[in-house]
């Protein structure tokens, strides 16, 4: 699989709200990050559809190198 854009290199602080769904960018090319805008079409990407179970503060990966999609795990430090 071709690798994600880098979108950023630390992490984005949302406020994530019980029982919304978001649509996740993987591809990178967002310009609305992290949520997907469409921009991933005709590519081999996909945005991760999730909901949350309770409203949270959540640090989103930017990179897009992240094993723990959406979330930060620290891949950044590793570009
Ligand atoms: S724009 Fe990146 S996954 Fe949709």
Redesign the pocket.
Known sequence: MKKAKVAGTTPQIEQLEEGKTYAW??????ENQPW?????KGSE???KIFKEEESKTAALCMCKQTKNPPYCDGSHANL
């Open positions: 960018c993987t591809c990178g090319k967002s997907c805008n469409g921009a991933h990407f996909t945005p």
